[in-house]
């Protein structure tokens, strides 16, 4: 069976020609599908015939979300060449890292990026250059190539993304995505996420991250629906387009950090939500405060787990579980294996934490270039994630955090979510995040930094005060700092190792 996911524009394309595939909302474009595909055509001939993009030759994009990327996305899987999606966030000697290690035969750019993508192409001997937009070379070669005449022949294990990790944790790493992995999520999302032909997604995320792309982009075009791009996230404007019958949007996704912003503004309170049928929630621990926020405003939201690397769900929770089991990622989405493990590789008992260990053919075959990292991260197959996590007596799973985030005071364990979950409940707080810092009398403790919500009040004492009254003396972070906001990477995660650098010298002297 020749297998190229692709294939689906060309699908809907016949069955459904007219129906619109996707809208630009800052350029005020949308396509048909049999328009996005003739443009797709078009694009693939024109970067095979006219700039020579073979099999397996790699294609960047640099640029704030628009549906140029998506066509690239689909036109370099028509081809066999692998799509790399850049974050737009990053600095020059960032991007240089993540070229180097790639090396693009084309860098695919807005105007907005234009210096970045051109310094980085320069440094890094990208041979070409495309500008998105008007009047750029993107839109002239789109305009002047006839469609591709023959698609390559490619199968679910041919590698058609290369995605970098969020960088979290370190320097991101290239999770080699395949056909079939981007296939097997959109079949494990469809069900559990309510994805089908009458679907209309407002995609905030960005689209260089699993989460913008697969949660829900490309289940969503996979299954013949509609999805509407923003360029750059804006809570107001998001709650505006929900809010409005005419948009018809029924599919939301957001990391935490998008549903705070959207629940912190004033047009959160009267933005009718009734049309919302699935609010998917990922990417970082969720506090539980923030998901009764929503559920009071009639949402439930659902929280899902995954990864670059596991392209991306694995766990999501079903809506109809999702007040009841507040706080869990819900169950192993259809196609997909989990285990929790003891360090010493067998298997926890039910409640008992271990690291979530993952498998099924939505997980990658490895990192682009870094064979260290591939032997480490994999035991038979089985992708070791480095997430806390336990399971309770109904199957259902519970991301405690990050191994790596973990730290111990006095001999005991602290996962900071859960702390980070107790500061949430006091309503003065807009952002909190705990960090371990060293400490000569316990080893570590906990230093909470937090930021108070504009016009609100809160001191070191009521902090003190509320985590005395529902933490063990243990997890009390011992340290308060008070910020204007926290430092988030380009996909809205708190970036811990900023915090840390911050914070931890400080705390020693
Ligand atoms: P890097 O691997 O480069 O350090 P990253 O791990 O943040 O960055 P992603 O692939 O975007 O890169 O994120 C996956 C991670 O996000 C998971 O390993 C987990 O730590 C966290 N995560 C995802 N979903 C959840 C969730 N529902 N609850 C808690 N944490 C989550
Ligand atoms: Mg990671």
Known sequence: MAVRYYDWIIHHGRRTPDKVAVIDLASERRFTYSQLDGR????????????????????????????????????????????????????????????????????????????????VARLCNIPTSLLLGPGGSYEAGIAAA???????EVTLDDVSTIMYTSGTTGHPKGATITHGMTFWNCVNLGG????????????????????GLNCYTNPVLHAGGTVMIMRVFDPGIALGLINDPAQG??????????????????????????????????????????????????????QGYGMTETSPAVLVLDREDAARKAGSAGKPVLH?????????????????????????????????????????????????????????????????????????????????????????????IAEAAVIGVPDAQWGEVGLAIVAVKPGQKLTEADVFAHCTANLARFKCPRQIRFVDALPRNATGKIHKPTLRKEFSVASEV
């Not at 559990?192 to 989460?211: D, N």
């Not at 038979?380 to 730290?407: P, Q, S």
């Not at 979510?417 to 500061?423: P, S």
Request: with cysteine.
């Open 40 to 119: 797709v055509s078009r694009l693939a001939s024109f970067l095979r015939h006219s700039l020579n993009v073979a099999r397996g030759d790699r294609v960047a994009v640099l640029a704030l979300n628009t549906t140029d990327t998506l066509e690239v996305q689909f036109a370099c899987g028509r081809l066999g060449a692998i799509f790399v999606p850049l974050n737009t966030r990053l600095t020059v000697p960032e991007l240089q890292f993540i070229t180097g290690d790639c090396a693009p035969k084309v860098m695919i750019h807005d105007t907005d990026l234009a210096e970045t993508a051109l310094s």
């Open 336 to 428: 997909t294996e989990v285990r929790i493990v003891r360090p010493d590789g067998s298997d926890a008992e039910i409640g008992e934490l271990g690291e979530l260990w993952v498998k099924g053919p939505n997980i990658t075959p490895g990192y682009w270039n870094r064979p260290e990292a591939n032997k480490t991260s994999f035991t038979d197959g089985w992708l070791h994630t480095g997430d806390a996590t336990r399971v309770d007596e109904e199957g259902f799973y519970y991301i405690v955090d990050r191994w790596k985030d973990m730290y111990i005071s006095g001999g005991e364990n602290v996962y900071p979510a859960e702390v980070e979950n107790v500061l949430h409940q006091l309503n003065a």
């Open 249 to 302: 949007i029924n599919v939301f996704f957001g990391v935490p950090a998008i549903y705070q912003f959207m629940a912190q503004h004033p047009a959160f309170a009267t933005t009718d939500l009734s049309r919302l049928i699935v609010g998917g929630v990922g990417g970082a621990p969720m506090p539980v405060p923030l998901l009764k926020v929503w559920e009071a405003r009639g949402v439930a939201l659902q």
């Open 192 to 211: 559990p996420a309510c994805i089908g032909p009458s679907s209309v997604l407002l995609t905030v995320l960005p689209l260089f991250h699993t989460g």
């Open 146 to 152: 006839k469609p591709l005449a023959r698609a390559e």
